[in-house]
Structure formats: C-alpha cells, structure tokens
C-alpha cells in the first residue's frame, strides 16, 4: 500500500487528518474504484514501464 506525503508547511484540518487516517486502515478490496473506467486492451498495450520511457531534453536558445 502507498503511503501518505504531508509536506511541511501544509495546513490540514482535523477532520481532514480524521479521514486520512480512517483511509490509511482501508485494505486494497476495499477501495472503490468503480468511478475509474477500465482500461482497454489497446491502452494496455500502448503503455510502457516508466524507467523506460524517454525523458524530452530541453535546449536552451
């Protein structure tokens, strides 16, 4: 499971920290995805694993 990132300096409620925490005992199964599309075979097949995609140089002018 990921984990959370609070960066120093943000501000979070406690309500926010209350929800955050109730998701961090969520296990995998019980996570709602059904607001996400599935992926289609063809986008499955278009992606590559993020170490092997090309970084754009940028050139200075």
Do not use: H, N
Request: proline share 5%.
């Amino acid at each position: 499971m990921g984990s959370l990132v609070v960066y120093k300096g943000m501000k979070i409620s406690a309500e926010q920290q209350k929800r955050i925490l109730e998701m961090k005992e969520l296990k995998d199964d019980e996570i709602d995805y059904s607001d996400i599309p599935p992926l289609t075979d063809e986008e499955l097949a278009k992606m590559k694993p993020a170490r092997l995609r090309r970084q754009k140089q940028k050139i200075a002018s």
